[in-house]
């Protein structure tokens, strides 16, 4: 699956959830460094907006941002004895601060403990505890519009984080923390995500070594076309670990969905009777290789959510 990781992958986030403003999601490119093959992204922080380089690390717990070289007109600390602090969950508070007020410095401002994946802090020569700051940020949305979130909470850190990072990141995007935007939600509850399965008995196996496969497999139980169970052999979607057959694999180099012959006659069936009916009103053109089914573009109606065809679902666990 490494290969996944190319420059264009999309990072979702669900706006919908952050703020009625807008509810398409939000997309962001991926970049690989090729100095340190570190994942970068980009998006916009502080008033007036600023392009900003994180390091996208999916295991770290807090974004954070080097607050050394931060200037907006907009940041608020989080008071410590706020709502969103006890959302927040506990870590410390900044009872006084005595120098100049700064996005570092703030008195009764809750405390965050981040820290930097690749050359992990030393806490002795660096502050470790850095205020959380609420500011704005933003993202293009799906349509290209540069989509703006009020009250992203992140923290401060210093210049001494950045170390080992790639150059020109000066903060970190993290995924592996609670999700908290707003108090109260928590958008890793509304994540949906299916595990990625191994066959017990890939293909490199030898009759008397058995040894796990390379491929990726998904746990597909079902397959509906309109919402309408297809009649399939079911017993063929499971990994048979005494065969080392079945399953469904999740390739990122074959371009189109393949079915096992049995699978695929059962999915035309049901497709082609969907795609009769009045809703659709479609009828088959010549098909062209490898395919055996094809509609003519022309007869297709779009929609704001894509072409109005019936709606195919791949049901997991
Ligand atoms: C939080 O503490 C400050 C300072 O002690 C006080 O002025 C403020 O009213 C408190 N806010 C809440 C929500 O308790
Ligand atoms: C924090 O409060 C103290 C005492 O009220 C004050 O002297 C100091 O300037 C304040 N610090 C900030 C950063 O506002
Ligand atoms: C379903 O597929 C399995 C595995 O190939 C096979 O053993 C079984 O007989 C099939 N069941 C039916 C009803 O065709
Ligand atoms: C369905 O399509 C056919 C031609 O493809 C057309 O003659 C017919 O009027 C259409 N029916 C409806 C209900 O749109």
Redesign the pocket.
């Known amino acids: 699956m490494a290969k996944l990781a190319v420059p264009l992958l999309l990072l979702l986030f669900f706006q919908s959830l952050i703020s009625s403003q807008a509810s398409l999601p939000l997309q962001t490119t991926i970049q690989k460094d090729r100095s340190t093959s570190q994942y970068v992204i980009t998006a916009h922080l502080q008033t007036p907006l600023k392009l900003t380089n994180f390091l996208l690390d999916l295991g770290s717990t807090y974004t954070w941002v080097n607050c050394d070289d931060y200037t907006s007109s907009t940041y608020q600390h989080v008071p410590c004895n706020s709502s969103i602090a006890s959302l927040l969950g506990h870590y410390a508070c900044l009872d006084l601060c005595n120098s100049p007020p700064s996005p570092n410095c703030g008195n009764n401002s809750f405390l965050f403990l981040p820290d930097n994946p690749i050359k992990p802090v030393d806490y002795r020569k660096v502050n470790g505890l850095n205020t959380a700051l609420i500011d704005p940020f933003a993202l293009p949305n799906a349509q290209g519009y540069l989509t703006l979130i009020n009250n992203f909470i992140f923290s401060c850190a210093r210049t001494g984080f950045l170390k080992g990072l790639a150059k020109g990141v000066t903060g970190l995007a993290a995924l592996g923390g609670p999700y908290n935007f707003l108090p109260g939600i928590d958008l890793s509850k509304s994540l949906v995500y299916t595990p990625l399965l191994l066959n017990p008995l890939g293909k490199d196996s030898e009759p008397d070594k058995p040894l796990l496969s390379s491929e990726y497999h998904i746990g597909l139980t079902s397959i509906k076309v309109n919402g309408k169970m297809v009649a399939l052999n079911k017993t063929l979607l499971a990994i048979d670990g005494e065969k080392g057959s079945g399953g469904t694999k999740i390739s990122t180099v074959v371009p189109y969905t393949k079915l096992q012959s049995s699978i695929y006659k059962a999915f035309i069936l049901a497709f082609l009777k969907e795609a009769a009916s009045?809703a659709f009103?479609l009828?088959t053109t010549k098909p062209v290789k490898p395919f055996s089914v094809c509609y003519p573009a022309s007869?297709v109606k779009n929609t704001q959510v894509g072409p109005a065809v019936p709606i195919i679902d791949l049901v997991f666990g």
């Open positions: 009045p009103n009828t007869a």
